[in-house]
């Protein structure tokens, strides 16, 4: 069971209270997670990665294990503690401004 962190807007849009845990099918991969979050939240969809790109956008960052993910491939596994649910993977609106 992998484990999920959305920002608040996200959890909002989704009416998820909490984090999501999710069944992977495979390899844990940025993607493969996203896939499934986008399958079983179809509104999220295009709200993480762009529709036709599949890019993440750009003011969401990915974390996991107190490391950025966030230019790591999609297709790169995924720590062991975010594949056995051990560690949440988190999905976090970055700051901008002046």
């Known amino acids: 069971m992998i484990r999920v962190v959305l920002p608040a807007h ?46 993440r956008r750009p003011f969401l960052r990915f974390f996991a294990c107190e490391q950025d993910l966030s230019h790591e491939s999609p297709d790169a596994p995924l720590p062991d503690a975010i594949a056995t649910g051990t560690e949440p993977l988190l999905i976090v609106g970055a700051i901008a401004g002046g």
């Open 10 to 55: 996200l959890r909002t849009l989704a009416r998820i209270d909490g984090e999501v845990k999710l069944d992977v099918e495979g390899q844990v991969t940025q993607r493969s997670v996203l896939d499934a979050l986008e399958s079983r939240y179809p509104m999220l969809r295009g709200t993480i990665r762009d529709h036709v790109t599949q890019k």
